[in-house]
Nanobody, 124 residues
Framework: QVQLVESGGGLVQAGGSLRLSCAAS????????MGWFRQAPGKEREFVAA????????YYADSVKARFTISRDNYNNTVYLQMNSLKPEDTAVYSC?????????????????WGQGTQVTVSS
């Protein structure tokens, strides 16, 4: 049974930073790419960032490029999302996901396990 548990969300002022963590268990973490997605109230879930199994390749949504950084620690089975220069429009529930299927990193259908999410609220 795969489990993904996010932490690190909270309330921050615009321009501030947060670091999200996602601890994984249940299958060989280092064999799977990982992704972060977010969902704001009344909106569809959207891609934020992804990282290959080795960490050598990373992918970002245009809206977060140069502000967010995804990384992973395969020894500790954890993936991170460092978020800097936060904006009110970054407010959402952020979820990590484990990618099982080949193909684009940007589509939710490529991921088979999801965490419960952590709330990020950015005040103006």
């Amino acid at each position: 049974q795969v489990q993904l548990v996010e932490s690190g969300g909270g309330l921050v002022q615009a321009g501030g930073s947060l670091r999200l963590s996602c601890a994984a268990s249940g299958r060989t973490f280092s064999s799977y790419a990982m992704g972060w997605f977010r969902q704001a109230p009344g909106k569809e879930r959207e891609f934020v960032a992804a990282i290959s199994w080795s960490g050598s390749s990373t992918y970002y949504a245009d809206s977060v490029k140069a502000r967010f950084t995804i990384s992973r620690d395969n020894y500790n089975n954890t993936v991170y999302l460092q978020m800097n220069s936060l904006k009110p429009e970054d407010t959402a529930v952020y979820s990590c996901a484990q990618k099982r299927y080949s193909g684009s990193y940007y589509y939710t259908a490529r991921y088979d396990y999801w965490g419960q999410g952590t709330q990020v609220t950015v005040s103006s």
